[in-house]
């Protein structure tokens, strides 16, 4: 039985890592591996490693510069074991310093990354983020209603939803705009103990758009009481590369919106799974789409293939290739 040390952060500094961490790990404890987890911000993390004596270490990481240098200091202590990144939302980084870090394999989402990775030498592999299907799911029109109810939402409005750091280099201005136009609201969902560009909040809450800057920990709850999801975020330095809460949106069967950005592109091809636009104004004519019923849209179909358990099994038959192991050995197990 092969032993898989995966390294993650496990601190709420940047929410998308820490939830893609915790679901691989989660996973992995199901699969018939040998699975250690250690959090990169431990003291002396790299001791726990190589007491461990790990067959492969993962690192699930952004990753920034310091993040790579870390790998290799932690790839040369354990140079019996395979060494894996995930770069989940990768720093821009001159190719002659990836050369430098280079590790036995690093998993890519979008293409750009893909091909940096490559040109330095890397291998690489594509393995996009994952979504949990049985928690983002959907549920009864009536249960909607109730949960509008429940969270003072108008009946009659056509609710666009959107979850982000409230940044203003993630396009958030348009909500501004779809705010204005009739029927329509707004709500956004930022995140609590995080630096909020106050011009922005001020923007979009004069507008009329409802700005909730709290946890929820029922947040499918909130998906579910929305009629559209909206992903207006173009600059790749603002999102890790497949976002969570695109998928979840779609998860949970609810028509989604999104621009070209980072591996969505790659995961999903046709109207039916998601409505691509590339400038606010198509954003706006594909809500008008939805709004009249035009699109028969088939979101949570298109993005069961890439539930965590789904994900994980990918992962797993990398590790396989990588240490030379016959295909199925490391297969998770069935729930």
Same mark, same amino acid.
Request: charged content about 30%.
């Given at each position: ?6 390294? /993650?952060?496990?601190? =709420? ?40 004596? =790990? ?6 990481? $952004? ?5 790579? %240098?870390?790998?290799?200091?932690? /790839? ?15 720093? =821009?980084?001159?190719? &002659?310093?990836? &050369? ?9 989402? /979008? ?87 106050? $011009? ?62 980072? %591996? ?10 998601? @409505? @691509? /636009? ?5 954003? %706006? ?21 890439? $539930? ?24 998770? &197990?069935?729930?």
């Amino acid at each position: 039985m092969i032993r898989v040390c995966l390294v /993650a952060d496990s601190e =709420p500094v940047d929410e998308g890592l820490r939830i893609v961490g915790r679901y691989l790990g989660a996973e992995l404890e199901d699969a018939n591996i040998t699975l250690k987890t250690v959090n990169i911000r431990a003291p002396l993390f790299w001791n726990e490693i190589r007491r461990f004596r =790990p067959d492969v270490v993962h690192f699930v990481l $952004s990753p920034s510069l310091i993040g790579l %240098a870390i790998a290799k200091l932690v /790839a040369l202590m354990n140079t019996s074991a395979k060494s894996i990144i995930s770069a989940i939302h990768p720093d =821009p980084i001159d190719r &002659r310093l990836l &050369r430098l870090f280079r590790q036995d394999l690093v998993l890519v989402q /979008a293409r750009k990354s893909e091909e940096t990775f490559s040109s330095a030498g890397w291998r690489t592999e594509f393995l996009p983020n994952g979504v949990d299907i049985t928690k983002f799911c959907p549920v009864h029109p009536e249960e909607r209603k109730k949960l509008r109810e429940q969270f003072d939402i108008p009946k009659d409005k056509f609710i666009l939803l959107h979850l982000a750091s409230l940044k203003r280099e993630r396009n958030l201005k348009i909500f501004a705009r779809l705010q204005r136009v009739e029927n329509n609201q707004v709500i956004i969902i930022g995140r609590e103990h995080e630096k909020v560009d106050e $011009s922005t909040l001020s923007l979009l809450r004069d507008s009329g758009c409802m700005v909730w800057i709290k946890h929820f920990p029922n947040i499918e709850e909130i998906y579910n009481l929305a009629d559209c999801y909206v992903f207006p975020v173009a600059h790749r330095g603002f999102c890790i590369e497949t976002p969570l809460s695109v998928l979840e949106a779609m998860s949970c069967d609810i028509p989604t919106i999104t621009t070209r950005f980072g %591996a969505l592109p790659r995961l999903f091809k046709d109207t039916r799974d998601v @409505f @691509f /636009a590339d400038n606010d104004d198509e954003i %706006a004519q594909a809500i008008e789409t939805v709004k009249k019923g035009g699109a028969r849209m088939r979101p949570r179909e298109a993005v069961l293939h890439y $539930s965590w358990k789904h994900v994980t099994d990918r992962l797993l038959h990398i590790y396989e290739r990588l240490l030379g192991e016959s295909p199925g050995t490391l297969k998770s &197990r069935s729930r």
